[in-house]
């Protein structure tokens, strides 16, 4: 029903600037949740930064420790479409990064959405690989 797919990964040097896009097609909510997770080599899946729209509101800014002050999670309802903007990009950084949807977001509290089981639909990831 709801299809993800990321774009905008790459090779960067540590210090650098990523922006990732991640366009849905399928058709449009009116409220819900989009969010960024990542998973580094040889680790779990982990929750990056979320936002939640309902009709025009939207409120935004649940970040993982690690990126705060670095990430920016963003969406343009018209496009259809979050992106994160990642500044100041650092080797730990160096992960798939995933996409996800939950047509229910709009009512969940900050912490969970950081669980991967709130999550409704997945894209099938981006990497990003950040040199030293």
């Known amino acids: 029903q709801v299809q993800l797919e990321e774009s905008g990964g790459g090779l960067v040097q540590a210090g650098g600037s990523l922006r990732l896009s991640c366009a849905a097609s399928?058709?449009?909510?009116?409220?819900?949740?989009m969010g960024w997770f990542r998973q580094p080599p040889g680790e779990e899946r982990e929750f990056v930064a979320g936002i939640i729209w309902s009709g025009s509101r939207v409120s935004y800014g649940n970040y993982v420790d690690s990126v705060k002050g670095r990430f920016t999670i963003s969406r343009d309802s018209a496009k259809n479409t979050v992106y994160l903007q990642m500044n100041k990009l650092k080797s730990e950084d160096t992960a798939v990064y995933h996409c996800?949807?939950?047509?229910?977001?709009?009512?969940?509290?900050?912490?969970?959405?950081?669980?991967?089981?709130?999550?409704?639909?997945w894209g099938q990831g981006t990497q990003v690989i950040v040199s030293a």
């Open positions: 399928g058709r449009t909510f009116n409220s819900g949740a």
């Open positions: 996800a949807f939950d047509k229910s977001g709009a009512g969940r509290s900050l912490a969970d959405q950081r669980l991967t089981s709130s999550w409704d639909y």
